[in-house]
């Protein structure tokens, strides 16, 4: 059975909702013109966003990182994206050289071994091609919603991310359902990861993700291994809990 037949739903509001997020995508290009990006995982909330800005011909930039451990089935989404909506999509890749030399020292599956590992893999791959997919920007827009953990349970709309560059993160989509991304994905035929398909609600790079069982929450699948994690690599984690995953992920 498909994400689509599983989850799409009309619910009460998702019309307001949509109008809500566009409205919300066109304040932030307003504030932040020429220097506000749209950082993609290329899951089913960014793909949503990624239409909206590509239906509503909005002036955002689409980036995403490819970590070099992504599925072949996300990998296809970026020509999928372009044949779509004609946008090319700038694509940040960690640093060759440290990779190397970490999977030398560590080995290719090193985030298995220890969190600090895991954290090191996650700090190379992906927090600093970040870094460099935000330098000169103002501003960034995440696909994150309250629903997707406790965790994120309070994400606001609108959130100043670094306080010593001021830069501004936003969250169009942060109280829309699970059932609103897919009635979205659904009614206006927006490409997804096929990988949604067969129970990845949230999906990262390929060791570290699996498949899900009903009942489990959405993040389950996410670095499964690490007992009472927080099911997180960084990328979101708000600067107050900065310091704690800074130590964690110092490597071993
Ligand atoms: S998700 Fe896994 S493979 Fe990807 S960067 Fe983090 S530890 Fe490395």
Redesign the pocket.
């Known amino acids: 059975m498909t994400a689509i037949a599983l989850y799409a739903r009309a619910q009460p509001g998702h019309a307001e909702r949509v109008h809500q997020a566009v409205s919300r995508l066109r304040r932030a290009v307003e504030r932040h013109p020429g220097s506000i990006v749209q950082a993609s995982s290329l899951g089913a909330e960014d793909m949503v966003l990624t239409d909206l800005i590509a239906r509503h011909r909005l002036p955002i930039a689409v980036a995403t990182l490819d970590?070099g451990?992504l599925h072949a089935e996300t990998l296809a989404l970026l020509p999928r994206i372009h044949a779509h909506y004609g946008i090319e999509l700038e694509v940040h890749r960690p640093d060759a050289d440290a990779v190397i030399g970490f999977v030398r020292r560590e080995g290719a599956d090193a985030?298995f071994r220890s969190v600090a590992l895991?954290h090191a893999?996650?700090g190379l791959?992906?927090l600093q091609p970040l870094a460099r997919l935000l330098e000169g920007r103002t501003a960034w827009i995440t696909g994150l919603r309250r629903e997707q953990s406790a965790g994120r349970a309070e994400v606001p709309f609108e959130d100043v991310d670094d306080a010593d560059t001021l830069r501004v993160k936003f969250n169009p989509l942060a109280d829309w359902s699970w059932a609103d991304i897919w009635h979205h994905i659904a009614t206006h035929e927006v490409p997804y990861n096929p990988l949604h398909d067969a129970f990845m609600p949230s999906i990262?790079?390929a060791?570290?993700t699996r498949a899900i069982a009903v009942g489990e929450p959405f993040r389950a699948g996410r670095w499964w291994w690490e007992q009472g994690g927080s099911s997180e690599?960084g990328l979101h984690l708000r600067p107050e809990s900065q310091e704690e995953t800074d130590h964690d992920k110092a490597p071993a």
Do not use: N, Q, S, V
């Open positions: 970590t451990r985030m895991r893999c996650c791959r992906k990262g790079c060791p570290c690599c």
